[in-house]
T-cell receptor, first 110, second 112 residues
Framework: SQQGEEDPQALSIQEGENATMNCSYK?????LQWYRQNSGRGLVHLIL?????REKHSGRLRVTLDTSKKSSSLLITASRAADTASYFC??????????FGKGTTLSVSS | DTAVSQTPKYLVTQMGNDKSIKCEQN?????MYWYKQDSKKFLKIMFS???????INETVPNRFSPKSPDKAHLNLHINSLELGDSAVYFC???????????FGPGTRLTVT
């Protein structure tokens, strides 16, 4: 299975700042999803964007998808300490399973 | 009210032993998964079951054997445990491959 790539691997910001993380993938997809994982916990689904969508919002989250560049970005606005977690993108490019990226570890300090 | 539950949460055992991890979901989903997450947080699909039938079996040693007694349960049995099996194992479920997945809390397996 081809693994997606997130960028950056780690990100440290102050509360109130925006956090942007990027994801690239290899082949065509039906959708791309973003998940959050708090330390020692399971992954939690954040947002799903379909291949025919370019942008999607959910609360303080904004996701973009550029299928021509095979990339997506997740923007968290006005970050809070509680946003500290690892963030993973996942695609269904394999057709049979979600392929998860390596994750971006976000640290938000107060 | 837990959507996807796993037991046990922690499992410490010696090399060569056989152990099982249980997973149950009460979401009515038709597809369940097992993932392995290593120390670098790399998350890899191991197995996927749809309506009790195996649909994905990634390259994992045949010491790992999943079993789905019904749509709501997917258990993972591991024979002859090795040091390299130490990881966090996650169960998940969804209503199809391309849809959002709900993850269990994970089982941290430590093989000594």
């Amino acid at each position: 299975s081809q693994q997606g790539e997130e960028d950056p691997q780690a990100l440290s910001i102050q509360e109130g700042e925006n956090a942007t993380m990027n994801c690239s993938y290899k082949t065509s997809i039906n959708n791309l999803q973003w998940y959050r994982q708090n330390s020692g916990r399971g992954l939690v689904h954040l947002i799903l964007i379909r291949s025919n969508e370019r942008e999607k919002h959910s609360g303080r989250l904004r996701v973009t998808l550029d299928t021509s560049k095979k990339s997506s970005s997740l923007l968290i606005t006005a970050s809070r300490a509680a946003d500290t977690a690892s963030y993973f993108c996942a695609t269904d490019e394999a057709g049979t399973a979600l392929i998860f990226g390596k994750g971006t570890t976000l640290s938000v300090s107060s | 009210d837990t959507a996807v539950s796993q037991t046990p949460k922690y499992l410490v055992t010696q090399m060569g032993n056989d152990k099982s991890i249980k997973c149950e979901q009460n979401l009515g989903h038709d597809t369940m998964y097992w993932y392995k997450q290593d120390s670098k947080k790399f998350l890899k699909i191991m197995f996927s079951y749809n309506n009790k039938e195996l649909i994905i079996n990634e390259t994992v040693p045949n010491r790992f054997s999943p079993k789905s007694p019904d749509k709501a349960h997917l258990n993972l049995h591991i024979n002859s445990l090795e040091l390299g099996d130490s990881a966090v194992y996650f169960c998940a479920s969804s209503n199809g491959i391309s849809y959002e997945q709900y993850f269990g809390p994970g089982t941290r397996l430590t093989v000594t």
